[in-house]
C-alpha cells in the first residue's frame, strides 16, 4: 500500500514539473492564439506642445535610493529627457539612509541646466528603512493620480510616459509593466530564460493579466495601491497582485523596455536569486486568496506560474527522494534515477571546473538546474527566518 502511495506522488510530482515547463506554456498558447493584445496606440509627440497635451494624465515616478551615486545623476538626465509636458508628471527620489555620495550627486545633477523644468521632491532619510518603507513615502508624498516606480539603475525610454497615458485611458487597467533588459548579455540560458518569461508575461497579460512586474519600470493608479508588509521582499511583485484583487487588469507592455544598466559579479547575482527566490515562497504565503476560483484565469495563471514556481525546488526534492525509495519496485525507477544523477553530476562538474557548454539546451539545463538549487536554499532563509530584512546593495 505504501508503495502504491510512493507511486502516485511520484507520479503527480513529475506531471507537475512537466505542466509547468512544458503544458502551461503551451496551454497559454493556445488560448491566446485567436485573442487580441491589448495593443494601444502610443502616441509621438515628438517634443512639442500642442492643446493635446492638457489630456494627459498625470504621473509622479518614485525612485528610492540606495547607495545609488554610480548611476544617481544619469537617472536624474534620463527622466528630464522624458518626452511629456513637465507640469504633467514629477520625480520624488527618496534617498534611504545612502552611505555614499547619492544625495550631493543628485542635488549637483538636479542644479543644471537640463533639469530645470523638473518639478522634483529630493527626500534625503537618515536612517536605512528599507525600500517597501520608502514607497510607502513616496507614495504619501505623490500629488498626482498615476504612480510610477522605477530603480535608479534603469533608464526609460523617452516615449515611457506616453504609452502609460494610452493604457490608463482603459478604466478597467490598473497598471501596466513594461519590459526589461540588461544592457549586458547574459549567459544563453539566462537570454532563453527572459525570452521565456517575456512570452509568458505577454499571453498571461492578453488572457488576463500579467503577474506581477518588473520593479525597473512600472505602474499603477494610486487609488489601487494598497501598502504591503515592511518586510516585502519582491513588492514589485505583492504591489500589482493586489492591483488584481481589486478587480483592475495589470497590462504587460513589451514594446517600452527599460535598460538595466547595473552589471553584477557572480556574487552579487547569488545574493539577488537567493532574496528574489525566499520572495517567492513568501507572496506565495501572503496570496493564497487569490488562487480562488472567483479570479478565473488569474487564479489558474498564478497556480500554473509563480505558485509551483516556488515549492518547485522541493518538488525536485521529494522527486529524488522518492525515487530512491522506489529504485527497488522496479527498474524503471532505477534508470530514471541513474538520469537524475548524472544529470546533477554533470551540472555539478560544469560548475566545479568554470566550464562554458557549447550546446544551448546544455546551458538552458545548467541555468534551470542551478536557479532551483539557489531557490531551495533561498526559500529555506525564509521558512527559517534567515532572509535580511532591510535592502541592502546586490
Known amino acids: 500500500m505504501l508503495e502504491l502511495i510512493m507511486i502516485t506522488l511520484f507520479a503527480v510530482a513529475l506531471f507537475l514539473v512537466v505542466y509547468h515547463h512544458a503544458i502551461y506554456p503551451l496551454m497559454l498558447k493556445i488560448m491566446t492564439k485567436n485573442k487580441n493584445r491589448l495593443n494601444t496606440v502610443i502616441k509621438k509627440r515628438r517634443y512639442m506642445f ?53 544625495h550631493n550627486i543628485a542635488v549637483q545633477t538636479l542644479a543644471e541646466l537640463a533639469c530645470h523644468d523638473l518639478q522634483v521632491q529630493l527626500i534625503n532619510f537618515k536612517d536605512n528603512r528599507g525600500k517597501v518603507a520608502a514607497l510607502k513615502e513616496g507614495v504619501a508624498k505623490a500629488k498626482y493620480d498615476n504612480i510610477v516606480f522605477s530603480d535608479v539603475s534603469a533608464l526609460l525610454p523617452v516615449n515611457s510616459l506616453l504609452m502609460l497615458d494610452s493604457h490608463f485611458k482603459n478604466p478597467k487597467v490598473g497598471a501596466v509593466s513594461g519590459g526589461y533588459k ?30 506581477g512586474a518588473h520593479g525597473a519600470f512600472y505602474a499603477l493608479r494610486k487609488s489601487c495601491y494598497e501598502e504591503v508588509p515592511v518586510d516585502t521582499i519582491n513588492d514589485d511583485f505583492l504591489i500589482p497582485m493586489n492591483v488584481i484583487k481589486q478587480g483592475y487588469r495589470v ?38 486568496p487569490l488562487l480562488s476560483p472567483k479570479y478565473g484565469w488569474n487564479a489558474v495563471n498564478f497556480a500554473s506560474g509563480k505558485a509551483l514556481r516556488a515549492v518547485m525546488p522541493f518538488i525536485f526534492v521529494f522527486i529524488f527522494i522518492s525515487n530512491i525509495y522506489l529504485v527497488p519496485t522496479h527498474y524503471f525507477f532505477l534508470s530514471i534515477l541513474a538520469c537524475q544523477v548524472s544529470l546533477y553530476s554533470l551540472v555539478m562538474l560544469i560548475n566545479i571546473f568554470n566550464i ?39
Not at 62 to 80: G, Q
Not at 195 to 208: G, H, I
Request: glycine letters at 4%.
Open 251 to 288: 497590462i504587460y507592455e513589451p514594446r517600452v523596455v527599460a535598460i538595466e544598466l547595473e552589471h553584477v559579479n557572480l556574487e552579487q547575482d547569488m545574493r539577488r536569486r537567493l532574496r528574489i527566490a525566499a520572495g517567492n515562497f513568501q507572496q506565495l504565503v501572503y496570496l493564497l
Open 50 to 102: 500642442s492643446t493635446e497635451d492638457e489630456k494627459l494624465n498625470r504621473f509622479s515616478i518614485i525612485i528610492p535610493a540606495f547607495n545609488e551615486a554610480k548611476f544617481i545623476a544619469e537617472k536624474i538626465r534620463n527622466l528630464s529627457f522624458i518626452d511629456y509636458p513637465s507640469d504633467r508628471y514629477e520625480l520624488i527620489l527618496l534617498c534611504d539612509g545612502c552611505q555614499d555620495d547619492t
Open 182 to 211: 540588461f544592457i549586458e548579455k547574459g549567459t544563453a540560458g539566462e537570454q532563453c530564460y527572459w525570452q521565456y518569461q517575456s512570452m509568458v508575461k505577454s499571453r498571461e497579460s492578453t488572457l488576463a493579466s500579467v503577474l
Open 356 to 394: 562554458s557548454p557549447k550546446l544551448n539546451v546544455l546551458r538552458v539545463i545548467c541555468y534551470l538546474v542551478n536557479g532551483y538549487w539557489v531557490a531551495l536554499k533561498g526559500s529555506l532563509k525564509y521558512i527559517f527566518g534567515l532572509q535580511e530584512k532591510i535592502w541592502t546593495k546586490t
